[in-house]
C-alpha cells in the first residue's frame, strides 16, 4: 500500500542518514549536517507514523504530538 511505501522510503532515509552520521573520515561540520539531517528524518518518520493512526482519541494526541515535533 502507499502507507507502507511511505514507511519504508522514510526509514531507508532514516538508515541511510544514521550510516554518514557513523561514517569515518568526517569533519565536525559534516558530521553535524549529517545529524540533522537524520533528526528531520526522523521526525518526519514519527509524523507519518502518528498520521497513520485511526481513533479519536489517537488523533487528539496526533495532533498534539505532531504541534510538539513542529516546535
Do not use: Y
Amino acid at each position: 500500500t502507499e502507507n507502507k511505501r511511505l514507511l519504508q522510503l522514510e526509514a531507508r532515509r532514516l538508515m541511510s542518514g544514521c550510516q554518514e552520521v557513523a561514517g569515518t573520515g568526517q569533519g565536525p561540520e559534516e558530521m553535524l549536517h549529517s545529524l540533522a539531517d537524520s533528526f528531520r528524518t526522523l521526525v518526519e518518520l514519527a509524523g507519518i507514523c502518528l498520521w497513520f493512526s485511526g481513533c479519536d482519541r489517537c488523533d487528539r494526541r496526533n495532533t498534539e504530538a505532531v504541534a510538539g515535533l513542529v516546535d
